[in-house]
């Protein structure tokens, strides 16, 4: 047999190559996974392919260069190219192997046998490609023993590509260094394995020998190899961080996004719900309880005094009331159910699997719950209570709308009834709830359309019933709904925010009409207008009021504001600084209603106003009983001492009147002595009383 040498430079050489090879596969690895479906993954995957398998067959190439025997050596050209062809497919079969989503052990042993296969099939085509003569002999054992190795090699290559492919391993260069190492050594040992079962018979001639100097060409296909894979290895990792910056701006916008639809679907003050990603689950949980035959409720809860801390503390103190009432109804209820805010004051809570109406109401008294504890410490007068409207599914509604506009329904039924309660919806509140709509509707267009108009109920002096001015009370006639009282669209008015512009339709009305009698030479006296808590907490009441009394000439002294006692004990210290500014103005104040509220005597002396009114309720118990008389005739005594006018309000019967004047009431008013009227008839009455004491005074109407 000849006698074989090997160079230990091209084997170095060769394990170079191996171990390069090796590295940039497992970066090639990463990177392909890295890009998953993507269209550029088949492009990668080939050029992978391509620079791996030249890798390979490059060692396996150098290290058959390294081999030498006493006879000139070469290559057949077909039979080379067609082992670096055979390197390039199981560089593919490799690369596409590591690089699915999961590689299992069933999976990686076949695919390691196939690839060991494959490079033992590189292996022995370059040696075929020397083209001996005879032919080269082969060493059973030992040849079988280097395609075990091969597969051995292979299988654990593709292990470690798969476990190394993923760039999120800590310090993953120096993880993919040393098993590129160990890939290396293992493919080398395959090679020179297969270099050891082969034996050259005496007398044997490389066909192939070609003259050409093999240390050349094996420094050539060496260089050019190293070239390439350097080339491939540089573009992978610029490639990665190219893409690493565009996953880092496509995952900023992801943020970004996901950021801006978290704010159109939330609240932004508490976080919960908004009224789009409320009807969103509302609609997904009647799908859901339409299948699976349940029931679950809606309730619509409005807060009762919430205002008034607005008023008096500022938005701030505000703010953090609904933030921590949001708080406090998630605690209330379970996880899976929904606690949306839909703006303002107003809150809806949808809980599923409502067994019966028991369950429902037991949820209701633990939203309750929410209210007990103060929410602003030291402010115990500043308390809120919910009013809660309650609609269940189907029994009251099959769509969003119906359950939403339903519980809304029952919960101004509530509002309606004293507040600080809830209510399940009944189907004769849909007739109340559409009125209370079309009233709202209606309203910003009603002043244009001239639907409000003014009467006037006079005041009587109680000793000897002369006219002393009157009251103007707002009257609405609404083209489909007829007359509507005062006692309905007032409360509508306030919860919409359009009182405001009501209320200053009222004053200007009155002060045009206060104008036009003082143009025909009439006679005026005080007219008493009614403001409502907003129009009092208004920071530019006076200002407004007092732009409309000199653009129509009228005195400030002509004209009297009523407030009622519960509006005036909401907020006494706000209550006192807007009396106290419009009285700077030059006009009086009145509280109205007395009785009915919770006043502090100490406020109702700072207040300081010219007129107390004792509500109906109780003249119309003062001929009933003693205890009735008692309570008047202890009021009267009470605003005397603090130098205010008392007017008797509902005075109907003369009995009434006869003991209003035994204790010494200033003024009346009511349906015995004058009821409400339009100007034109409150000028005839005036003109009456005059022709009756021989003078001439006329009274002035209000809105």
């Not at 939403?404 to 109340?432: C, L, P, Q, W």
């Not at 000028?683 to 209000?702: E, F, G, H, S, W």
């Amino acid at each position: 047999m000849l006698q074989h040498t090997y160079n230990v430079p091209l084997i170095v050489a060769a394990l170079c190559i191996a171990t390069l090879a090796s590295y940039t596969t497992l970066d090639l690895a990463g990177r392909i996974s890295s890009l998953g479906n993507k269209a550029s993954r088949p492009y990668w995957l080939t050029g992978g392919a391509l620079s791996m398998g030249l890798g390979i067959w490059c060692m396996h190439f150098v290290g058959m260069l390294s081999f030498s025997l006493p006879i000139p050596l070469g290559y057949d050209l077909a039979i080379t190219a067609a082992s670096l062809l055979i390197a390039v497919i199981i560089s593919y079969f490799a690369l596409h192997l590591v690089t699915q989503e999961n590689l299992s052990t069933v999976r990686l042993g076949f695919s390691g046998i196939l690839m060991g296969i494959g490079i033992a099939s590189m292996h022995y085509t370059g040696m075929a490609a020397l083209q001996m003569h005879p032919a080269i002999q082969y060493k059973p054992a030992v040849f079988a023993m280097s395609v075990i190795v091969a597969i051995v090699a292979a299988t654990a290559a593709l292990w470690i590509a798969s476990t190394l492919r993923s760039e999120k391993i800590q310090k993953v260069f120096c993880w993919r260094l040393g098993a590129a190492l160990v890939m290396g050594c293992a493919i080398v040992g395959m090679h020179y394995t297969g270099m050891a079962a082969a034996s050259f018979p005496e007398g044997s001639i490389c066909m192939a020998a070609s003259g050409i100097s093999t240390n050349w060409l094996a420094v050539t296909v060496a260089g050019a190899t190293f070239g390439i894979l350097i080339i491939t290895l540089v573009l992978s990792v610029l490639d990665a961080r190219l893409q690493v910056k565009s996953n880092a701006y496509v995952q900023s916008l992801k943020s970004v996004n996901e950021k801006l639809q978290y704010q159109a679907m939330h609240d932004a003050l508490t976080g919960l719900p908004n009224r789009s990603l409320l009807f969103e689950r509302m609609q997904h949980a009647i799908d859901s309880a339409e299948r699976a035959n349940k029931q679950f409720a809606v309730y619509f809860v409005d807060l009762d005094g919430f205002k008034a801390i607005n008023d008096s503390l500022g938005h701030t103190a505000g703010d953090a009331v609904l933030k921590e009432l949001a708080a406090r109804i998630k605690k209330a209820v379970r996880k899976e159910d929904i606690v949306a805010r839909l703006g303002g004051d107003e809150f809806v809570v949808m809980v599923g699997n409502i067994p019966d109406v028991g369950m429902a109401a037991h949820i209701a008294e633990k939203l309750f719950e929410c209210f007990t504890a103060d929410f602003i410490p030291d402010q115990a007068s500043l308390r809120i209570s919910p009013s809660i409207g309650i609609a269940l599914y189907p029994d009251d509604g099959v769509t969003v709308d119906d359950l939403i506009s339903h519980a809304d329904a029952a919960m101004y039924e509530v509002k309606a009834n004293g507040r600080n309660n809830y209510r399940f919806f009944e189907t004769s509140m849909n007739v109340a709830m559409k009125r209370a709509i079309e009233i709202q509707r209606s309203l910003p267009g009603a002043i244009q359309r001239g639907d409000f108009f003014v009467h006037y109920q006079p005041k009587f002096d109680c000793g000897n019933d002369q006219i002393l001015g009157a009251e103007a009370l707002l009257r609405w006639e609404h083209a489909q709904l007829g007359l509507i009282s005062p006692a309905e669209f007032i409360p509508i008015a306030e919860r919409s925010g359009q009182i405001i512009l009501l209320g200053q339709w009222v004053i200007e009305e009155v002060c045009r009409q206060l104008q036009s009698w003082k143009n025909a030479g009439l006679h005026t006296f005080k007219i008493a207008i009614n403001l409502s808590q907003i129009q009092l907490r208004s920071p530019q009441i006076v200002e407004n009021i007092l732009a409309i009394t000199t653009k129509y000439g009228v005195s400030p002294s002509t004209l009297m504001f009523e407030i009622t006692e519960t509006v005036a004990m909401q907020d006494a210290e706000a209550t006192m600084r807007a009396i106290e500014r419009l009285q700077e103005a030059g006009f009086k104040l009145a509280i109205d209603d007395f009785g009915t509220g919770y006043s502090s005597l100490s406020y109702l002396q700072q207040f300081g106003v010219q007129q107390m009114k004792v509500d109906r309720s109780f003249i119309s118990n003062l001929t009933v009983n003693d205890k009735g008389y008692s309570i008047v005739a202890a009021i009267i005594r009470l605003a005397h001492s603090l130098n205010m006018e008392v007017v008797a309000e509902g005075v109907e019967t003369e009995a009434q009147l006869a003991m209003l004047k035994a204790l010494n009431c200033d003024q009346t008013q009511g349906y015995l002595l004058g009821r409400p009227m339009e100007g034109a008839d409150l000028v005839r009455l005036m003109n009456q009383a005059a022709n009756d004491v021989k003078t001439t005074l006329i009274p002035l109407t209000t809105t």
